[in-house]
T-cell receptor, first 113, second 112 residues
């Protein structure tokens, strides 16, 4: 069965420091990968996605993620975080077989001044 | 602008009452989903529908019911059989196939 594991439930980091949020998935079929961000009391917003092609994908606000098939990972990175990046981040995987997304448990990014 | 609208944003319910959460989308998406979110438990799938007049149970369907009479609408009813209904409920939609979901802004249900 397909599953998504986010290895850290909370990641505290100081402002302007780099950050990596880790995500591993398991799948035996072609996989599509997503990162979503959720601010308090709001819905999830799509941050970036990998469907095919280049394994490095970027968002408009400086986040990037790299699809690594051999390690079945899709880690999210940002070289310098801001206070406004404080939020919960969800990794998700989908397959063409089911048409549904499987979500990880979420990682809370806490950016401290 | 196209989007997905959940209403109300906050909802209070007395024990023993049924309550219906609204979810409407104008994105022309075929599939719609309901998730429940509790602190530290991520997103849990309640029901989903991939086509009008058809829906399937998710992982935690007990105590919930849905309908899909129109492509645009996928209301969720939280019945009195749901033992712990206080939670944040999220609705999402997607086109056929995999291209990610669009989420609504959520409804926070509190049982008083």
């Amino acid at each position: 069965a397909q599953s998504v594991t986010q290895l850290d439930s909370q990641v505290p980091v100081f402002e302007e420091a780099p950050v990596e949020l880790r995500c591993n998935y398991s799948s035996s079929v072609s996989v599509y990968l997503f990162w979503y961000v959720q601010y308090p009391n709001q819905g999830l917003q799509l941050l970036l996605k990998y469907l095919s092609g280049s394994t490095l994908v970027e968002s408009i606000n400086g986040f990037e993620a790299e699809f690594n098939k051999s390690q079945t990972s899709f880690h999210l990175r940002k070289p310098s975080v801001h206070i406004s990046d404080t939020a919960e981040y969800f990794c998700a995987a989908g397959s063409s077989n089911t048409g549904k997304l499987i979500f990880g448990q979420g990682t809370t990014l806490q950016v401290k001044p | 602008d196209g989007g997905i609208t959940q209403s109300p944003k906050y909802l209070f319910r007395k024990e023993g009452q049924n309550v219906t959460l609204s979810c409407e989308q104008n994105l022309n998406h075929d599939a719609m989903y309901w998730y429940r979110q509790d602190p530290g438990q991520g997103l849990r799938l309640i029901y989903y529908s991939q086509i009008v007049n058809d829906f399937q149970k998710g992982d935690i369907a007990e105590g919930y019911s849905v309908s899909r009479e129109k492509k645009e609408s996928f209301p969720l009813t939280v019945t009195s059989a749901q033992k712990n209904p206080t939670a944040f409920y999220l609705c999402a939609s997607s086109i056929a196939g995999i291209n990610g979901y669009t989420f609504g802004s959520g409804t926070r249900l509190t049982v008083v």
